[in-house]
């Protein structure tokens, strides 16, 4: 497998303008998350999906933001209307089904989007 | 709330030496994961190690190993025979299965450099 392929791998765009991230996870994974790097916060988790379903949205700062998940294999995470703030690196994490017997617990990341707003 | 911390931002060690990375973690969970994390310069976030709460026995994997304390709720990293390759960040993170996986907990991260 490839791995979690992210898309696109450094984005640059100017403040308003509406800005996409694409997630295709590994096959067969079930889980999938999104989460935002900056220096300032570290590692914060903005939505997470089970089974193509969101779970946990509270990380997503505003309505400004907002993630599907119309398939097992696709999300996307859009920024309407995107703001200098927003600057970060985005990361797509999947994880297999969970099992207690093969304790299946790792996370893979894809490479993640460094985004910038100016 | 569960709450991973990491008291060091930044760290170096000569090559070839041994250094250990802190971390600390708060949860009223019997049932978790801890694990450590490498992210290079490339920022590709890299499995280091990885410890069931049940399990006494420290985990290892070749020249990394971890100090697990539960009562303290202790993890920390210790790094043997470092090598240039070992220059990242390192972010302990936890995690507790329960229906399911559900998210990492990250802590803030350890830069740690390796010096010729």
């Known amino acids: 497998d490839a791995g979690v392929i992210q898309s696109p791998r450094h984005e640059v765009t100017e403040m308003g303008q509406e800005v996409t991230l694409r997630c295709k996870p590994i096959s067969g994974h079930n889980s999938l998350f999104w989460y935002r790097q900056t220096m300032m916060r570290g590692l914060e988790l903005l939505i997470y999906f089970n089974n193509n379903v969101p779970i946990d949205d509270s990380g997503m700062p505003e309505d400004r933001f907002s993630a599907k998940m119309p398939n097992a294999s696709f999300s996307t995470l859009k920024i309407q209307p995107s703001e200098p703030r927003d600057s970060a690196v985005y990361f797509c994490a999947s994880t297999p089904p969970y099992s207690e017997a093969f304790m299946n617990t790792e996370a893979f990341f894809g490479q993640g989007t460094r985004l910038t707003v100016v | 709330a569960q709450t991973v911390t990491q008291s060091q931002p930044e760290m170096s060690v000569q090559e070839a030496e041994t250094v250990t990375l802190s971390c600390t973690y708060d949860t009223s969970e019997s049932n978790y994961y801890l694990f450590w994390y490498k992210q290079p310069p490339s920022r590709q976030m890299i499995l280091v190690i990885r410890?069931?709460?049940?399990?006494?026995q420290n985990a290892t994997e070749n020249r990394f190993s971890v100090n697990f304390q539960k009562a303290a709720k202790s993890f920390s990293l210790k790094i043997s025979d470092s090598q240039l390759g070992d220059t990242a960040m390192y972010f302990c993170a936890f995690m507790t299965p329960l229906s399911g996986n559900t998210p990492l907990v990250f802590g803030k991260g350890t830069r740690l450099s390796v010096i010729a």
């Open positions: 410890q069931e709460a049940y399990k006494q």
